[in-house]
């Protein structure tokens, strides 16, 4: 981020003893001139976008 690219990261947190799935996006702060002066951040919790993938990615069983 600091070299002026956009990242996007994944990662597993422990919070209360339970496991969740967060999603954080970086942005940096460039200037007119092109100099990075810091980022944003944005963290979202997508435990629950995380399960209903796993749910619709389960091969359902034979047909009939």
């Not at 990242?7 to 967060?22: A, I, P, Y």
């Amino acid at each position: 981020v600091l070299h002026g690219e956009t990242r996007r990261f994944e990662f597993v947190e422990e919070d209360d003893g339970k496991s969740v799935v967060v999603e954080s996006h970086m942005v940096p702060d460039i200037d007119e001139s092109g100099s990075v002066n810091g980022f944003y951040s944005v963290t979202t919790d997508v435990t629950e976008r995380h399960a209903q993938q796993r749910r619709i990615e389960v091969p359902a069983g034979p047909i009939g």
